[in-house]
Every structure is written in structure tokens, then in C-alpha cells.
């Protein structure tokens, strides 16, 4: 049985990218940073299109990515508090939402307005101890980015307010021996906070000049090297304990670019089925209208989400990555 | 144009983007023919209309101003649980 939440007209989930630039370089990165902010005209025709969905939904789920979207705070408070409203407006209507972020500038101040505008889940990266995620997660003009984020971590733990993170922790040769003692400052600072999660990701080859493809680990070697992270980070309590099952269910996770109702909007108002293979020319299904309708690609769309009535779990998973090798463009 | 019965289907989008009646037909007909436990999800019916007459929307004048006002409903029916089963309301 395919989750009815893949097809199901009653929700939306929509990627939002009020700005694709960003003030970090991470060594690793698979964006380009070509479109900047999202002119007037595509936030307008944003907020015209989810007034028009709104009296038929019953949940709509922004994700707010980028770039980095903090720098676009003011378009991110517009368009959350538009969709606030409209919640309001149309009962039962639901708005999550959360936030992918660097968190270098995910201040207290800024945190109490998300968190005001019901921003409840946020996703944050760290690469090491302080002198290992410097070396891979600097700004644009140079420079480290550690103490901030991680100043900006621990404000958050002193929040009594219900909202969850995520820290994605990357992996690659370079700091594998260096993470268990970011565990250990994580336990610290807020282990047993449930509230905060770990989440231990390999990084993959962005396919552009001057990466460094030798920091990346051999398969099994990124299995052996995650699986022992995790053993300390459940005994450090960073963790859930695992639960019976493989996620999502029998069926297999479904990635959202193979839902039904499920988009990317680009800041240039581009709608994309994938948030990583951006310049794959085929993962534009479509393009946000300046009157709020949208026009959407079929046979595109369809392609994505082949794996709802194919049966193959790989394409449910991934469509990306199931897709013909020639199509795909690394990222 | 949605294809039906060649073992491939085409779907349509509406211009809210989302997929237009005939497609969920096809949908629920491709996911049946699979002979999987695939279920199609039924698309959403609007509710019904509530009972009495249909209350016109507000009329919306230049600038916003309201000129007339829709006429006042009539009060509630009575409906205190007490009458209704026969009790009496000793203050508690």
C-alpha cells in the first residue's frame, strides 16, 4: 500500500529556497549559489498559490532550505506568517515547519521569532571539534564558523520551548578520529535533551573542480566508521534507540521527490522535484506563474514519481538515484 | 490526454499542481491492475453544505467597505442538556 500521504491532495509539502546564496563555502558543497534572493514577484505569486490551495488542505509542511535561508529572514517571516494566517482562516488546515541552517546566525533573537512564527525543527551541521569543522565549513571570506554555531546550540538547549534539531554530523576521512570527541563536548553541553538528535552522514562527491575525492570513504568503510559513532552517541544518550523496522514502514522510506505533493520552489520560482541534483535539466517539473497557478511538466512529474505504481522500493527511495546514469548530473 | 488500458498511464496537473480527477481514476486503476497492495488514496470530497439557506459572502465595496450586512440569524434553539433529558439545574 503506497502512504496515502505520497498522493493525498490534502497536503503540500513545498521545499522553499527564499534565497539560494549563502555565506559559508563548505569544501564539500553540491550548490552553486547562482540565484540569489527571490524577487517580489515570485514571493507574491508564492503567497497567491498557497491562499488558493489553503481551503482545500489539511497540512501543509514548509521546509525552509537555500542556500542559507536565514539570509533571507524577512521573506521567510513573510511567507510563515502568510501561511500562519491562512491556517487560521481555514480550519483544519495544520502548517509545520522547519529549517535546514547553518546556524551560524541562528541567534537567540532570531530562534524566539521562528519559534514565534512556529518554526519547530531545525536541521544544523558540524563537522568536528572546533579546528576540524573549520577546515571544512568556512565562510565565504574566510574564516571559521564553529564558535558561533555552537554558541547559538547551547542557547537553544536553554530554551523551555517544545521544537526539535537535528545535528547532521558529516563523516569522511579527515575527521572520522576526531568525532567521537564532538560527542563527548555534545554530551556535555546537552545530552539526554531529546530535543536534540544526531545524525551521522557520509559526505558525497558535489562532481565540481578542486573537490577532494580522497576524503572520501570507501563504502565499507563508512559503514564501520558511522556504526561505531553511533554505539557512543547511544550510550551518550544523542541518539534514539533503534526501532523495530526499516523506516518507512514495510514499504520503505518514500523520498518526497517522488510524491505527488511535494515541490521544490527555487528563489527564481523554478519548481524542482530534487533539492540536491538542482541542475539535472529534468528536475524541473514545472514553474510557479506570476497570478499564483503553477504549470506543471506531466511526463516530468510522472518520471519522479514512478515509483508509486512501479513497485521498485530503490525508486521510491530514490528517484534520483535510480534514475539512467546518463541523466544524472552529480551535485 | 489521460491513456488508459496500454499499461502506461499519463497523468495531469491542474494549475494549483495537483493531480486533475481523471489522473486519480487512472491512478487507482494502474494500482489495481499491478495486482500489488498498492491503494489509491480516494481524493478528497468537499463536505457537504451545512444545512438552511446558503449564506451569501459579504458584500465588498470600494475600498473595502462593507455596504449592507447579511441578515441576522435567529437565536440558537434552546438545547440545555437539563430540559432535554428532564432534569432540573440544582446549581451544581
Redo the contacts between chains.
Sequence with gaps: MIPSDCLDPRRLHLVLMPTEACHFRCTYCFEDFRLGRMPPGVVRALKVWLERRAPELELLQLSWFGGEPLLAMDLLEEVQAHAIELARRHPPLLVQANLTTNGERLEPETFRRLLALRVTDYQITLDGPADVHDRTRVLAGGGGTFARIWANLVAMHEVEAEFSVVLRVHVHRENRQRLPELLERCSEAWGGDRRFRLSLKAIFDPGRPGFDAESLLAPEEETEAIDALLVQAAELELVDPPRAGAPGGERGPVCYAAKANSFVVRSNGALNKCSVALSAADNQVGRLNEDGTVTIDAARMQHWMRGLFSGDAEERRCPMAARPVASQTAR | MAEKGTGK?????D?????TPEAWEL?KD??SK?G??????D??KPPPPPPGPKQEPWPVGEGGICGTKPPIPPPPLDLCLFRRIGLRNEGR
Design positions: 498511464i499519463k497523468l495531469e496537473f494549475r494549483n499542481g495537483c493531480l491512478l494502474e494500482m499491478a500489488s497492495t498498492y491503494i489509491a488514496f481524493p478528497v
